[in-house]
């Protein structure tokens, strides 16, 4: 089983602290379809016939699109790839492009599960960050898609924003769990180079909260999420039972994916691919049945290091069994190795043939994961 992802790169403005690829001329909509479609046709031979099982529109702003272009797509997905029959098909969205209009052209469509941009209930962090949504606009778009029976949601939230409080990310959780989705994706606010937000941290206009506030504004979020029923299944994702996304617990398992759109990497378990982060570029090589695209051979170390990162971010963990049937029993021995001093200090767990960090060990996931790498 495969998964596909299409980059939808459209945005009506960029949001502070964004680092994807995302563009705001329009005018490149239509050629764009049009590439992408064709793309479909020039690299579906990359996944060997393995069936879909998830399709995600990420972006940008996938919701940007209209009905009639989505139509378009689906249609070249059903024509260039075998589709499994109980795909989960998600489609991020903008809480302000969530009219009913919209909603209701949705509804004539594939999607059965959708992603919100909210990030923040406080419209002074939403001004911050350039969002160009209210907290009551969010509010009203869930409530929309509850009631037109698009129930499978996954609201995005950002923490650790500057002059943010315990009390006021507290009361953040508290509006969003009120809005009963089933998913819930946080992420600490990053302060990636090349990004307004890293401009304004440069020149000293923002200042980052410290270690201590990050560290218990993650506790409080693990906190009330599981006490509200919500499965803590990966470092920034938290869902009810039978609601996590599988698109993306496929990235975390080692599934293959193909990647479309400018900008999108593409893995098969041997290789990655990457699309040029250019629109017109993007457009002009697929027109001339040229993708411009970079590829990367993986190395069995390469390949060793991205199993232990991708699987020791999720509740379960490394399957030892996996890890020795996949490279062999030296590279678990070595992981073994490697994965003592964290055992030691209580930051992995080593119990049912799995390796998985202790709520201890989620703090300092990146240097543990950093010590079970070959290099």
Not at 181 to 201: D, I, M
Request: with cysteine; charged share 20%.
């Amino acid at each position: 089983m495969a998964g596909l992802y299409v980059h939808v790169p459209f945005c009506s403005k960029r949001c502070l602290y964004c680092d994807f690829f995302s563009n705001t001329e329009m005018r490149y909509k239509e050629p764009y379809v049009a590439a992408l479609i064709r793309e479909m046709a020039l690299r579906a031979p990359y996944l060997a016939g393995e069936p879909i099982e998830t399709i995600y529109f990420g972006g940008g702003t996938p919701s940007q699109l209209a009905a009639s272009d989505f139509r378009q797509i689906f249609e070249a997905i059903q024509q260039h790839f075998t589709l499994t029959s109980s795909m989960e098909i998600t489609l991020e969205a903008n809480p302000d492009d969530l009219s009913s209009a919209y909603i209701r052209s949705l509804r004539t469509l594939p999607f059965n599960r959708l992603s919100m941009g909210i990030q923040s209930f406080h419209e002074d962090d939403l001004r911050l960050l350039n969002r160009r949504h209210t907290a009551a606009q969010a509010k009203e778009a869930v409530d929309r898609c509850q009631q037109a029976g698009l129930t499978n949601l996954s609201i995005d939230l950002i923490y650790g924003l500057p002059g943010q409080t315990q009390a006021a990310w507290e009361d953040n959780l508290a509006q969003a769990l009120a809005l009963q989705v089933p998913h819930l994706s946080a992420y600490h606010l990053t302060y990636e180079e090349g990004t307004a937000l890293y401009r304004l941290l440069e020149e000293g206009r923002v200042q980052p909260v410290d270690e201590e506030l990050s560290l218990s504004l993650f506790n409080t979020l693990i906190d009330q999420l599981t006490q509200a029923g919500y499965q803590h299944y990966e470092i920034s994702n938290f869902a009810k039972p039978g609601c996590y996304s599988r698109h993306n617990s496929s990235y975390w398992t080692g599934k293959a994916y193909l990647g479309l759109g400018p900008s999108a990497h593409s893995y098969n378990g041997q290789e990655r691919e990457w699309n040029v982060a250019s629109l017109p570029i993007y457009i002009k090589g697929i027109e001339a049945g040229e993708p411009q695209l970079e590829r990367e051979v993986l190395a069995i170390p390469t390949r060793y290091n991205d199993f232990v990162i991708t699987r020791l971010r999720t509740q379960w963990g490394i399957s030892c069994e996996e890890l020795a049937a996949t490279f062999g029993e030296k590279w678990l021995a070595y992981c073994l190795k490697q994965a003592q001093r964290a055992l030691q200090q209580g930051l992995l767990i080593h119990e049912g043939g799995r390796l998985r960090l202790s709520r201890k060990g989620l703090f300092l996931s990146d240097g543990i994961m950093s010590d079970l790498l070959w290099v």
